[in-house]
């Protein structure tokens, strides 16, 4: 009886380590190249009309970069973090926010006094552009 509730912590030990061998693994992975998201801004606050506009959101966890594509507009982002949960990237008049979970995107522009926010989905993308 001793000898079998050993067996079965050995296989419990060998299963969690190899669980997290693999976590480990897709997170090397995942950090190794830029992702990218392909994203449509849905809800918006402020600009009426404005439904259904794609941007590009690049990141790079290794370069601490995150950049986006809107239409003809390019952004480089300065202020960044990246986590597991989050893409965040901040420039002078503008903001972006990435849930990882459920690739929720926030996308806030400022202006002297006034503050758009508009919300969307996003999917990752096969390669970045």
């Not at 290794?62 to 990237?89: E, L, P």
């Not at 995107?105 to 400022?110: E, K, R």
């Amino acid at each position: 009886m001793i000898a079998c509730g050993l067996r079965i912590r050995n296989i419990r030990a060998a299963m969690i380590g190899g669980a997290l061998a693999m976590v480990l693994v897709w997170t090397a992975a995942a950090s190794a190249a830029p992702q990218q998201f392909d994203c449509v801004l849905t809800d918006t606050d402020g600009k009426p009309g404005s439904e259904n506009r794609p941007i590009v959101v690049v990141f790079d966890v290794d370069a601490k970069t995150v950049t986006a594509k809107d239409g003809a507009n390019s952004y480089s982002f300065s202020k960044v973090s990246i986590s597991n949960v989050s893409v965040d990237g901040a420039a002078d008049s503008i903001s972006v926010g990435i849930d990882r979970s459920f690739f929720g995107i926030v996308w806030q522009q400022y202006g002297a006094d006034k503050v758009s926010t508009e919300y969307g989905q996003c999917h990752p993308s096969r390669s970045p552009q």
